[in-house]
């Protein structure tokens, strides 16, 4: 009895363990099954996406699908005109190439695209605004500007003519807030004509000649109007850069010019920034601003021994250290009395300017980085080529022989010159100088405008500009612009260029009795750094 209960017992005993036992043999074989298909799964997976052309977009590379995120639906593709549209691209079509393209796809409002914010808010300090005259078109305009934006400029104020004035240029332009669009109009002229500039001496010796003394004399004029324009918008400084000049904070707590001016000491009245040059390693550059790292450094921003021991080897025939200009760019707080000292400085009517040199921050000045530059300058002056000509109407060394070189030689002739005078070619100058510290590295703004390019910034306010604008703009835009700077009523005759030098010299007679000696500060001009001497070399 008592084996016969026992033996019933034990029955369940043994199919539970049995159970167990096939449990979990299916268990590990279902285990063993999942880790053999999980990594095949996954491949497989990875070869649809590759296929597909799925996955995580490569920020480098331009694609419909990388793009499409940024696009609201119903919105176009579209870039500049004369321009590839993206659709016509191939996948297999894709190279560094397009990235002269400034972007392919269109998003809505402003200040905000993706993750770039472009500091609207009404409490950020200081308040920053760039004045410029240009003619150029929007590839050189947009990267410009919103590269600014970045770095924390709010306000521009542009003063076009040429093909920056033409209506596919202008609307878009216009259709930008903060951003304040002045024509060369016949109306502007008359009312620069009145301008308080044209009835003192100290921007006189840049009047009635061409070219480049007529620009200076006109972004003179601008620069004038532009700071009217700035007091009532609330700013607190103001610059004048051209659109082939990028300034570098460097420096600064991060990389934004609102963090430098914002520690700049309250007594301080001018901020000048060294201008550092490009220096480009081919001759077929298209896009400078992103396809230009190396610059060589301001004669402030090296020490004497290096700067003047490396003189020769730096200019390589060059007449000067630079090609153009090195006396830099200024920012100026916005105070009364202020007035532009030609187109590099400020100055103010009833003081000498409380100034400061900025010893790490520079201007970036991308000149003669294309080959076409050549020829593009060529074409805006209507000078004979000969060095006694060249000399009305261009300040700098360099700029005149490059004017007679355009002028006179072959395409072959002049790209020849272009390769010895501009192009770094040789590599191991280029390294020395790199070690010396004469030439240097800067990858930022090429980093910041390549990422605003592929996040469909410029394409999206060319896609969302009106597609018409409005002609009365101007009229608005210079409203009052020089009521305070009228000195008597004698002096609203027309200051017009053609005017006669009997009037000028009368008009000036009368001023100078009425003006005092911080008034006439003698406008600067665009300066070539120091010459190397054999005194120099000595001391």
């Not at 100055?347 to 000149?367: D, F, G, Q, R, S």
Request: charged share 20%; with cysteine.
């Amino acid at each position: 009895m008592p084996s016969h209960h026992h033996h019933h017992r034990s029955t369940p005993l043994l199919s539970a363990t049995a159970a167990s036992s096939s449990s979990s043999q299916s268990f590990v074989s279902k285990l063993l099954l999942l880790l053999t298909l999980l990594p095949l799964s996954l491949a497989a997976l990875a070869f649809v996406l590759q296929w597909r052309g799925g996955g995580v977009s490569d920020p480098t590379i331009a694609t419909s699908a990388a793009y499409s995120r940024w696009a609201p639906r119903g919105s176009h593709h579209e870039i500049f005109p004369g321009m590839e549209t993206f659709s016509s691209l191939s996948p297999k079509s894709h190279s560094s190439s397009d990235c002269i393209n400034l972007g392919r796809t269109s998003s809505h409002s402003l200040p905000y695209y993706g993750d770039w914010k472009f500091g609207f808010e009404a409490n950020l300090k200081p308040k920053i605004s760039i004045t410029t005259s240009t003619s150029a078109g929007l590839e050189q305009i947009l990267p410009w500007m919103f590269y600014h934006r970045v770095l924390g400029v709010t306000n521009f104020f542009l003063f076009v003519e040429g093909h920056a004035a033409s209506p596919n240029v202008s609307k878009v332009l216009e259709s930008l807030p903060g951003v304040k669009v002045v024509y060369r109009t016949k109306e502007l002229e008359e009312q620069q004509a009145k301008s308080r500039i044209w009835n003192e001496t100290w921007l006189s010796s840049f009047f009635y000649k061409p070219c480049n003394y007529e620009l200076f004399v006109k972004q003179s004029l601008n620069m004038e109007m532009a700071i009217v324009m700035a007091r009532d918008a609330g700013m607190e400084w103001i610059l004048h850069l051209d659109t082939d000049e990028l300034i570098h904070p460097a420096g600064a707590s991060e990389y934004s010019l609102r963090q430098l001016l914002l520690n700049v000491p309250s007594n301080v009245d001018m901020v000048i920034f060294p201008n550092y040059e490009s220096s480009v390693e081919r001759d077929d550059i298209k896009d400078p601003f992103t396809e230009v790292s190396m610059f060589k450094k301001n004669y402030d921003h090296l020490p004497k021994d290096t700067y003047f021991g490396m003189y020769k080897e730096s200019t390589r025939g060059n007449p000067n250290y630079f090609l153009t200009y090195g006396n830099g760019k200024a920012a100026a707080r916005i105070q009364d009395h202020l007035r532009p000292n030609g187109a590099h400085r400020w100055h103010n009517y009833m003081k000498t300017p409380n100034e400061i040199k900025l010893e790490e921050a520079a201007v970036l000045h991308y000149t003669y980085a294309k080959f076409s530059d050549l020829t593009s300058r060529r074409d805006r002056c209507g000078c004979k080529p000969t060095k006694d000509d060249v000399k009305r109407c261009f300040m700098l060394e360099f700029d005149r022989a490059a004017f007679i070189i355009a002028s006179t030689q072959t395409e072959e002739e002049m790209l020849n010159w272009y390769r010895e005078r501009v192009v770094w070619g040789d590599k191991d100058l280029r390294l020395k100088l790199l070690r010396k510290g004469i030439l240097t590295r800067i990858y930022a703004p090429m980093a910041i405008i390549q990422g605003l390019r592929e996040s469909g910034v410029f394409s999206s306010v060319i896609a969302n500009a009106p597609t018409t604008i409005s002609k009365d703009k101007f009229l608005a835009s210079i409203d009052s612009s020089n009521s305070s700077r009228v000195v008597s009523p004698t002096t609203h005759a027309s200051r017009k260029i053609g005017r006669s030098r009997q009037q000028q010299t009368s008009a000036r007679k009368v001023l100078e009795i009425e003006t005092n000696a911080a008034d006439e500060a003698a406008a600067v001009p665009p300066l070539s750094p120091p010459a190397w001497t054999m005194t120099t070399f000595e001391q």
